[in-house]
């Protein structure tokens, strides 16, 4: 009888090990939430200022339609699909769309309801020369984006830039 109660003290022991190892791991992996910087405001289109006396007057200047997605609101993901998504963002501005595309792709794993991943994801696959993709992933985007009128725009722009779909 004594014998018994050992092996079960034991396998106890064994099993609250465990998942002190277990917890551990998971306090290693978690990450402070990423801060937003915000987000570019565009302001009224350029407009020719008065001519000074004695010099020609200055045509207006129209700005370029830029795709600019806004950071993604980390507060709304989990922390591993947040990290991946800032990961993404520092590829993209390197440049490297593919591992950018490769980290949404990770955090839409952990997050697939997420409307504004799927709009990174997008912007992407636009900047990397694939519109139909493009096209399709702000069209899922807008599926899942509910009445947020910004994400909804944001879509609209990238689809116009992939061919007015």
Do not use: F, K
């Not at 008065?50 to 600019?68: F, I, N």
């Not at 980290?103 to 997420?114: D, F, K, Q, T, Y």
């Not at 096209?135 to 599926?143: I, V, Y």
């Amino acid at each position: 009888m004594m014998h018994l109660g050992y092996l079960g003290e034991r396998r106890g022991v064994r099993r609250s090990g465990l998942t002190l190892m277990l917890l551990a791991g998971l306090a290693g992996c978690a990450q402070p939430p990423v801060r937003p910087s915000p987000a570019p405001v565009s302001g009224p289109a350029q407009t020719a200022s008065p001519p000074v006396q004695g010099s020609a007057p200055t045509p207006p200047v129209a700005p370029a339609p830029v795709v600019v997605p806004s950071p993604i609101v980390a507060t709304s993901l989990p922390a591993a699909a947040s990290a991946l998504a800032a990961a993404a963002q520092a590829q993209r501005q390197a440049g490297d769309y593919a591992r950018a595309a490769a980290s949404l792709e990770r955090a839409l794993g952990i997050s697939p309801h997420s409307a504004e991943l799927w709009h990174q994801l997008a912007a992407i696959r636009l900047a990397a020369g694939e519109p139909e993709q493009a096209a399709q992933l702000a069209a899922r985007s807008n599926a899942l984006a509910g009445d947020d009128p910004d994400l909804r725009a944001r879509n609209r722009a990238i689809l116009e830039a992939a061919g007015g779909r």
